[in-house]
Every structure is written in C-alpha cells, then in structure tokens.
Nanobody
Framework: QVQLEESGGGSVQAGGSLRLSCAAS????????MGWFRQGPGEERVFVAA????????FYSDSVKGRFTISRDNAKNTVYLQMNNLKPEDTALYLC???????????????????WGQGTQVTVSP
C-alpha cells in the first residue's frame, strides 16, 4: 500500500513562505487525487488544495486561493504545497492525502481520501 510522508513545516512570521512536500512510497493506481488538508487543535480537517489525475486539474479553498500552489513531480512521486503570504490563521497541522474522489465536486471531502500522512506542523506568528 502507498504510504505518504510530509515534510517542510515550520514556524514563520506573517507574510513569509513555506513549501511542504508529500513523498509517496509508490504511485497510486488509476485516476487518483492528491490533497492537502489542515487541522487545528480540536478541529476537523479542512480542505486546502488538491490535484486530480483526471483532467490534470487543481483545486483550492477560497481561503488560500492566490497564495498557495499545489504541484507534483511524477518522477519523485512527490506533491508540493507552496505557501506564500502566510497568515496566522494558516497555523495548523497540514496533512497530505491520496484517494479516488468520485468526481471533481468531491475532491474537497476528506472522506474521499483513503491514505493519509502523519502531517507537518505550520505555525505562523503575527
């Protein structure tokens, strides 16, 4: 089974940048999607961004659109999340996920992803 490992988190000041990486031990089969979610203490996982194999499409939450960019390196089986102009409200545990969302409308649903990494912490100070 594919395993995911995130890296690249850390502490930055507001306005700074970080690039998160999600390395997969293998490549999922078929028309999969890779997603980034974030979770604050005591909160549910919230969709951040996703890339879907079918149509080579990317998706973003409204809160990060224009600031975050999801990309992938197929040769390295790695997905990235470039985060610019970070804000204190971006502070969270960021988790990478792989799955097979049943349609573009469902790529934002955490329940559509079957494989999850352990997460990497991002802390943004004012």
């Amino acid at each position: 089974q594919v395993q995911l490992e995130e890296s690249g988190g850390g502490s930055v000041q507001a306005g700074g940048s970080l690039r998160l990486s999600c390395a997969a031990s293998g490549r999922p089969f078929g028309e999969y999607a890779m997603g980034w979610f974030r979770q604050g203490p005591g909160e549910e996982r919230v969709f951040v961004a996703a890339w879907r194999w079918r149509g080579d499409m990317t998706f973003y939450s409204d809160s990060v659109k224009g600031r975050f960019t999801i990309s992938r390196d197929n040769a390295k089986n790695t997905v990235y999340l470039q985060m610019n102009n970070l804000k204190p409200e971006d502070t969270a545990l960021y988790l990478c996920a792989a799955g097979y969302p049943a349609g573009s409308s469902r790529v934002r649903w955490s329940s559509e992803y079957q494989i999850w990494g352990q997460g990497t912490q991002v802390t943004v100070s004012p």
